[in-house]
């Protein structure tokens, strides 16, 4: 199964670089490694991500994504 998420930053305001991406791109693909999931793709702007995600059936899609809402929040 795949999702498709869109990450927005507060008041879409212009946080993103070319860094901050690699290292989300790193942090999510973890973290998907570990709930199970795989990160198909991702990129993004200067104020949101776009990932797809491929999980698998047992994983809730809102657990997903609270770990990584999680993570996001600490860069």
Do not use: Q, T, W
Not at 15 to 24: Q, S, W
Not at 36 to 41: G, I, N, P, R
Not at 44 to 69: C, F, I, Q, T
């Amino acid at each position: 199964m795949h999702v498709h998420l869109v990450f927005v930053a507060k008041y879409r305001r212009k946080v993103f670089d070319g860094d901050a991406i690699d290292r989300m791109r790193r942090m999510f693909g973890k973290v998907c490694e570990d709930m199970e999931a795989s990160l198909v793709e991702m990129d993004g702007e200067d104020n949101h991500v776009h990932l797809l995600v491929e999980y698998p059936p047992k994983l809730a899609v809102s657990v997903l994504v609270n770990s990584l809402k999680g993570v996001s929040g600490r860069l």
